[in-house]
Nanobody
Framework: QVQLVESGGGLVQAGGSLRLSCAASRSIFSFNFMGWYRQAPGNEREKVATITSGGSINYVDSVKGRFTISRDNAKNTVYLQMNNLKPEDTAVYYC?????????WGQGTQVTVSS
């Protein structure tokens, strides 16, 4: 089992920045991948960014150049740095970790970007 605790969401004006953190309850060193997803009201959950155990990174097109995913194995934490935020980035953001056997989800953190 893996427990995930997210933090860093909030209210920010358009053009601002936030950094989300996701702390795992055990080592993330050998996980298949870690990522961030988001879900806006009325929309399906969308994959935002992922990073594999080998370091491969992918972003959804709408956040490329603005968001950066990273991880700190020593702290068992994955981050999402979000810059130049736009109102359309408003959503609940979820951390997810796949340990090769199961996909675990965090509780979600609200990000609201005002225009």
């Amino acid at each position: 089992q893996v427990q995930l605790v997210e933090s860093g969401g909030g209210l920010v004006q358009a053009g601002g920045s936030l950094r989300l953190s996701c702390a795992a309850s055990r080592s993330i060193f050998s996980f298949n991948f870690m990522g961030w997803y988001r879900q806006a009201p009325g929309n399906e959950r969308e994959k935002v960014a992922t990073i594999t155990s080998g370091g491969s990174i992918n972003y959804v097109d709408s956040v490329k150049g603005r968001f950066t995913i990273s991880r700190d194995n020593a702290k068992n934490t994955v981050y999402l740095q979000m810059n130049n935020l736009k109102p359309e980035d408003t959503a609940v953001y979820y951390c997810a970790i796949d340990d090769w056997y199961k996909l675990y989800w965090g509780q979600g953190t609200q990000v609201t970007v005002s225009s």
